[in-house]
């Protein structure tokens, strides 16, 4: 069993930075791909950016390409997710996706709120 736990989140003003942290725990492994998702109030839940653990690839959404960048620290089994010049439409609950192997594990979820 895998456990994901985000934090960092908060409010924020347009423009301002975040940067969210996700912390892996129990059975992990040296290669699985951790990924960024968020949930805007009345949204479908939607891929943010992804890091493949091992080799380090990224991929990011178009949506905030430029602005977001997602990290690693193997040793401390933590993601992160750096986000600059954040827009009202960041706004929504972030969550982390581990996936190992044949499983998929997600966390809680950390409220992001980007104010006007």
């Known amino acids: 069993q895998v456990q994901l736990v985000e934090s960092g989140g908060g409010l924020v003003q347009a423009g301002g930075s975040l940067r969210l942290s996700c912390a892996a725990s129990?059975?992990?492994?040296?290669?699985?791909?951790m990924a960024w998702y968020r949930q805007a109030p009345g949204k479908e839940r939607e891929f943010v950016a992804a890091?493949?653990?091992?080799?380090?690839?990224?991929g990011y959404a178009d949506s905030v390409k430029g602005r977001f960048t997602i990290s690693s620290d193997n040793a401390k089994n933590t993601v992160y997710l750096q986000m600059n010049n954040l827009k009202p439409e960041d706004t929504g609950v972030y969550y982390c996706?581990?996936?190992?192997?044949?499983?998929?594990?997600w966390g809680q979820g950390t409220q992001v709120t980007v104010s006007s």
């Open positions: 890091i493949a653990w091992s080799g380090g690839s990224r």
């Open positions: 996706k581990g996936t190992f192997g044949a499983n998929v594990y």
């Open positions: 129990g059975r992990t492994f040296s290669s699985y791909r």
